[in-house]
């Protein structure tokens, strides 16, 4: 009795090495998830009683119920194929070879893809080419072959078809994921795209779980300034102070930032030499920058510029009309010719009634209109 008591110490206390005796190899299979108390199989049905030797690190005594009486082997609890994909054991019969007992754990689809995140954040230029990329976080799933990710699918938020996904299989068995433009891009039309991906598993029906995806349409300087109207008309007395306002002009750009802030002027080149105007470049008033001269000019014809502040700006430009009114600022002229012929103020003592005796004229710088009748 001692001896049986100091071979069964040994045994327990180190791992199996195949001695000179042969070794028999058996597999069996059960699926994860089955009940407790799930019939595994029979290790060899003609050679019990055994002696049951746990490979090290196996868990068989925590997983499986191993009858040593008849060789039958259950499971104790539930197992999980992604915790543990294989048991191990040596069955020592009192006669006869030595038996290696291999249980593998099949895979079930009971895990269903995950992303990484719930959600993310990603930027396309309006300007983008057809199919430009960008990579989107994988889901990845711990079962097997049909049971990983298989496939990925835009479920909401793709207004106008304008995305679509492209994946592909790495070395690593991950499906990885990018999500593409497939159509023209354009901020000033939608600026925003809240996308739901899902990932998809091969089982029947497949199981799934869902990524939000923020789009954000990056704007490009692709609109320039747009006046309300080609052509201004204003009117400014003549005798208006400088600073006096004349008329605001507006102009609006579609983009975004400093691609759409405007700054306004005036084009001194084509219009307005000699300063008698000027702009204000953020609100577009145009006031009086000299004092102005009915007489000497009566209208003035600006050019006025609205300019973006891109990186390469862009441009337009509107006219705008100034009438200069008159002021009666002039006294009239009298101009006396005197018909003698010394042109001298006389006349003669004889001269006779009706006589012409000189010629009288009278200008007004003025209105030819308005200011222009002198009486004398």
Avoid: W
């Amino acid at each position: 009795m001692q001896p049986a008591q100091v071979v069964l110490l040994l045994v327990l206390g180190t791992s199996f090495v195949p001695g000179p005796r042969a070794e028999l190899v058996r597999h069996l299979e059960v699926s994860e998830n089955a009940p407790a108390g799930t019939r595994v199989g029979m290790i060899d049905a003609e050679s019990p009683p055994y002696l049951i030797v746990p490979v090290l690190g196996s868990a068989v005594e925590a997983d499986l119920v191993v009858d040593q009486a008849t060789g039958e082997i259950r499971t104790r609890v539930p197992l999980d194929r992604e915790t543990r994909a294989s048991y191990n054991l040596v069955a020592l019969p009192p006669n006869g070879e030595n038996v290696r007992v291999v249980v593998k754990v099949l895979d079930e689809n009971d895990n269903a893809p995950v992303f990484p995140v719930d959600s993310v954040d990603v930027e396309f230029p309006e300007n983008s080419p057809r199919d430009a990329k960008r990579a989107l976080p994988p889901a990845k799933d711990p079962d097997l072959g049909q049971y990983t990710t298989q496939r990925y699918e835009i479920v909401s938020g793709n207004v106008g078809e304008v995305f679509r996904l492209a994946a592909h299989r790495g070395r690593d068995g991950v499906l990885y994921l990018d999500l593409q433009n497939s159509g023209s891009l354009d901020r000033e039309a939608r600026s925003n795209y809240d996308l739901a991906i899902e990932a998809l598993d091969g089982g029947a029906p497949p199981l799934r779980s869902r990524l939000r995806v923020n789009v954000t349409i990056q704007d490009v300087n692709d609109n320039p300034p747009i006046f309300n109207q080609t052509r201004y008309s204003a009117s400014v007395p003549e005798n208006a102070t400088v600073g006096t306002p004349v008329l605001a002009v507006n102009a609006q750009d579609l983009d975004a930032g400093d691609n759409g802030r405007i700054e306004y002027s005036i084009n001194r080149r084509q219009s307005d030499r000699e300063e008698m105007f000027r702009i204000d470049s953020e609100t577009g008033m145009v006031f009086v920058n000299k004092p102005l001269d009915f007489e000497s000019k009566d209208r003035h014809e600006l050019v006025i510029v609205a300019r973006d502040r891109g990186a390469q700006p862009l441009e337009a430009s509107a006219f705008l009309s100034v009438r200069v009114t008159d002021v009666n600022d002039n006294q009239p002229a009298i101009t006396v010719i005197f018909l003698s012929d010394d042109a001298t103020p006389k006349i003669s003592e004889s001269a006779q009634p009706g006589v012409f005796v000189a010629r009288i004229s009278v200008s007004d710088p003025d209105s030819r209109t308005e200011y222009s009748n002198a009486s004398v």
